[in-house]
C-alpha cells in the first residue's frame, strides 16, 4: 500500500469516478462478492489429469509436465478474457487495468507446478482462483481504482524460483543451481519461455506493488480440527535447506569386518536418527525433515562409500532456525569425530520467516466474516511465493483447509465447497485492498 | 573327483601313457609348472579400459559395458588358442581335451562382470588365470587325463547367476528378477547371447564335474596383514539378502508437526543403526550390511512415504543367519510397532555356506610350497561362483592378497606379482587334481 492510508478526499474522489460512469456495481462494503467457484473446481478437475501418474502429480518444474500444466494455465487466462504474457524470468501474467493507471498493481497469485508425487490442490487452487477473481472483476464490472495481475509462478516448490526472480533475489551464479528435473535454472527460465539475458525486466522494486494476496491451501490440520472454513495467516515460516554430504569408503560387504569400516550409510541413518532426536527435544513448532537421500554406489554387496542427503528445517522466529541449524551442524560433527566418515554441511537455501501486513489480515477477516464464513489466524507452516513478494509489498495469505492436513502428496484434497470460499474471500479481499 | 581315489593301476597306465608320446614334458611332483603372469597382468592392464568411468570400474551385468567385457574376454580365450563357445546360459567356455576324453573335465573361471564403481580385479584376475592356464597347458604340452575347461560365467555380482544357471539351481519365475542393470535375468541371458528356452543343455549335473578350482583376489585383509602370498580357501560364507519395504505416509515437511509424522526414512534410518548394532553385540565373523537405499517421493520438502532398502548378511555357519535374520526381522517389527510405519522383509537370496574339498586344499597347498610361496588357509567372506560349483563338485579357491583388503571398489589393487604366483599356483593344483 505505498500512497498510505486512504484519504476522506480520495475516497469522495474514488466514489464520484464510480457513480459517474457505467461501472456502478461495486458493492457497499456490508454487501460482498461472489466469484464462480464452480469454474475455479471445474478447472481442477480437468487439470487433475495434466502430469497424473502412478504416484501422483508430477508436474516437477521445468519438466514436460510442468510445460503442459503451464500450457493449461495460458488457456484458462484466455477462456477467462484475460491476455495472459510471460515474464523474462519465466512467470505468466495477465493484468486488469485499473481506472487509476498509474497505481501500482494490486498481485494475486500462486504456482502450478508440483513436488514429485504430489496432489493437484497445492498452487493450482491458488493460481486458477486469482484467474478467476480477475475474470470477476472484469465480468462484474468491478471499477478497481489499481490494477489488478493474476501471476502464475514457475518453480514454486524448487525454491519459490519464479517469485524471487521477480523481486531480483537471485543472482546469476545461483542460475546455475540444478533443479529437481536435473536442469539448471538458467535452463529452466529459458524452457519456461523466459529470458535469462532479460531478467531484470521481470524485477519488481519495493513499492512498485500494491500489496500481493495469495490463496492456498493450508497444507496442515489446523483448520480441518478446529472446524473453521477460512484461515488469516499471519506469517510464513523461515526455512533452512541443508545439503550433506557423507564420505566414508565403499568396501566388500562379505569380507570386510564390522569394526573395521567406514560405512557412510550407517553415518547417514546416525544423523538422520539424531536430527528428529535434537529438533523433537524442545517443545515449540519447528520442524526438520531429512526428504532425500542418495547412497553410491547404492549396491546391496558394497558398503556405501558416499551419501548425499538433504535436511528442510524451518520455524516462524530466526533465532530458533539458528539454534537448530548449530545443533544439526554439531550432530554431524558428533557422528564424523565417532570415526569414518567425514561431513560437509552446506546451507543451499535459505528464506526468512516473512510477516504478513496487519490492514491486509484485517482485510481478509472482514471478508470472511461478511460472506459468512468461520474463520481464523494461523501461520503457514509451508513456504510460499508470498515470503518473496512479502520483501517488497505488503502480503497476506488465505487458507482453505486441506483434509486430514495431508499435503505433498496424492492423497492432498480440498473440498470444491471450501475452494469456492477461498475464492471469494480472495475477490473480496482485492477490492477491500483496492480502498487501501 | 568322481571316480574316487587314484589307484596304483591306474597311476602306472597314466605314467605309460605319458613315456609313450610326444607329450613328455609333464614335471615331476617337486619340479612346479610356471605359467606366463606377464601375460595375464598385461590383459588386466588393457582391461582397465572397458568400463572404466569417474567413479570406477562400472561393468554391471548385462550392460553395454559387461557386453564389452565379455567380447574382450572372447577375443583373449581366441589370441590364447583357444576356442570359447557360448552355453545356452551366457557363460563363456573353452575346452582343452585330455588324454582320457570320457573322464569329466576340470573346469576353472571366474567372471568379468563388476559391482557398481568397482574395481579391475574381481573377477578378471581368475577369469584371465584361468586363460592362461588352459593356453599353458597347451603349449607346454601338458598331457591332462582330464579335460579342461576354462569358463567365464555370466552375472557373479547379481548373485552367481552364471554358475546357477550351470548347476539347475534357478527356475522359470527366478528369470523374471531385475537384474542391477534393470533388465531381467531371462532378457539378461538372451543379451549375453546365451538361450532361455535351451537353459537345460547348460546345466550339469552332479559328478559330471571332476572339480572346480578358481583363482580369486582375497577382497579381505587377511593374507596383506599376515604377509603371505597366496590362501587356500577353507569354504565360502552363507548368505542372505533380504529387502526391505518402509510404508510410511508422505506429507508435507513444513506443515505436518512432529509428532504426527509416518516418516518412512527416519524408520528405515532407525533399522540401519539397528541392523549394525546387534550384528556387532556378539563376537565372531558374522556381517551385515545394508547397502541400498531409495527414498520416494525422495524430496526435500516431502516426508518420505516410503523406503526400500537391503540387507546383505554372511556366516560361514548356517546357525548363525537364522539367529541374525530372526533378529533383523525383529529389529524391523519393534520399529514398525513404535507407531507409524510398517515394514516387509523378504529374503530375496539364500546362499548355503560351501565348503571347500580336502585333497583340493592340499593340491593347493603343495603347489604352493612347491612354487615357493608362503601360504596360509582362510575363509572367503565373498560370495563365489565355487559355492555354486560347491553343490555338483569337490570344490576350492586360491586367494592373492588385496592391498587394503580394499574390493568393490575404484582402489581395489592386487599386484602383478602376486597375480602371477596365483596364476601359478592354479596351474600346478590343476595338474594335482587332474591325478586325483
Not at 24 to 48: E, I, Y
Not at 78 to 102: F, K, Q, S, Y
Not at 354 to 369: F, K, P, Q, V, Y
Request: charged share 20%.
Amino acid at each position: 500500500m505505498p500512497g498510505s492510508a486512504i484519504t476522506r478526499r480520495a475516497f469522495a474522489t474514488r466514489l464520484a469516478a464510480l457513480s459517474a460512469g457505467p461501472l456502478l456495481r461495486l458493492q457497499p462494503s456490508t454487501r460482498p462478492l461472489h466469484a464462480d467457484g464452480a469454474r475455479v473446481n471445474a478447472a481442477l478437475a480437468a487439470f487433475d489429469a495434466v502430469g497424473r501418474t502412478s504416484g501422483g502429480i508430477n508436474r516437477v518444474a521445468y519438466s514436460d509436465a510442468d510445460l503442459a500444466g503451464r500450457g493449461f494455465a495460458l488457456d484458462l487466462f484466455r477462456a477467462a478474457g484475460l491476455t495472459p504474457r510471460i515474464d523474462a524470468a519465466g512467470n505468466i501474467i495477465a493484468r486488469v487495468e485499473g481506472t487509476e493507471p498509474r497505481l501500482p498493481p494490486i498481485v494475486i497469485g500462486s504456482h502450478v507446478d508440483s513436488v514429485t508425487d504430489g496432489g493437484n490442490f497445492d498452487g493450482p487452487v491458488g493460481s486458477f482462483g486469482a484467474i478467476e477473481v480477475a475474470r470477476s472483476v472484469n465480468e462484474q464490472r468491478l471499477a478497481l481504482r489499481h490494477p489488478l495481475e493474476a501471476v502464475v509462478w514457475q518453480n514454486e516448490e524448487g525454491g519459490t524460483i519464479g517469485s524471487k526472480l521477480a523481486i531480483g533475489a537471485l543472482t546469476g551464479a545461483e542460475l546455475d543451481t540444478v533443479a529437481r528435473s536435473g536442469k539448471t535454472l538458467r535452463e529452466g527460465v529459458a524452457r519456461v519461455g523466459g529470458s535469462v539475458e532479460r531478467l531484470d525486466q521481470a524485477v519488481r522494486a519495493r513499492g512498485s506493488v500494491h500489496c500481493y494476496l495469495e490463496l492456498h491451501i493450508e497444507q496442515g490440520g489446523t483448520l480441518e480440527r478446529t472446524s473453521r472454513q477460512i484461515g488469516t495467516v499471519t506469517g510464513i515460516v523461515g526455512l533452512r535447506w541443508l545439503d550433506v554430504a557423507v564420505e566414508g569408503f565403499a568396501n566388500h560387504a562379505g569380507t570386510t569386518p564390522m569394526d573395521q569400516r567406514q560405512d557412510a550409510l550407517l553415518a547417514a541413518a546416525k544423523f538422520t536418527v539424531a536430527v528428529n532426536d535434537l529438533v523433537r527435544a524442545e517443545t515449540g513448532r519447528q520442524v526438520a525433515t531429512v526428504g532425500r537421500i542418495l547412497a553410491s554406489p547404492n549396491t546391496r554387496n558394497v558398503i556405501p562409500g558416499r551419501v548425499d542427503l538433504t535436511v528442510d528445517l524451518r520455524d516462524l522466529d530466526p533465532v530458533v532456525l539458528d539454534r537448530f541449524e548449530a545443533r544439526i551442524r554439531q550432530a554431524a560433527a558428533e557422528i564424523a569425530k565417532a570415526g569414518g566418515t567425514t561431513f560437509s554441511v552446506t546451507q543451499s537455501v535459505s528464506s526468512k520467516p516473512a510477516m504478513s501486513d496487519g490492514r491486509l489480515m484485517e482485510a481478509i477477516d472482514r471478508s470472511t466474516a461478511s460472506l459468512g464464513f468461520s474463520g481464523t489466524r494461523l501461520p503457514s507452516g509451508a513456504g510460499h511465493d508470498a515470503q518473496e513478494m512479502a520483501q517488497i509489498a505488503p502480503m497476506a495469505m488465505i487458507f482453505v483447509p486441506s483434509i486430514g492436513g495431508i499435503s505433498h502428496s496424492p492423497r492432498e484434497f480440498t473440498k470444491p465447497g471450501d475452494i469456492a470460499n477461498g475464492v471469494d474471500v480472495l475477490l473480496n479481499a482485492v477490492v477491500a485492498a483496492d480502498r487501501l
